[in-house]
């Protein structure tokens, strides 16, 4: 067995929880997060759901989206997605 698979996989797994302790605050309740107007980077809109990047990169090659949220994807083959439709998102809301 290769030993650097481990070390992957927990390097992963750390960086897992500290995505997700970003988002609890001192008193370990969940705070508000509220993405900047205009587009988002797939890092930021990662970041303001509360996942990691490679998790919103996988379901929109696997979807076309990201949970009915549609990228715009530029000629240099970024996405960049709409905040404001990022915080419908997080509020329940239709999209």
Known sequence: MNSNAGNTATGAV???????NSAVGPDHTQRA???RNGPLTTDAMAAAVGVLAQSVRKRYSETG????????KL???RLMWDAQAVEKFLRGEAI
Request: hydrophobic share 25%; charged share 15%.
């Open 14 to 20: 750390q960086q897992y929880q500290t995505v997700a």
């Open 33 to 35: 997060r509220s993405p």
């Open 65 to 72: 989206t990201y949970f009915g949220l549609k990228p715009i």
């Open 75 to 77: 000629p240099n083959r």
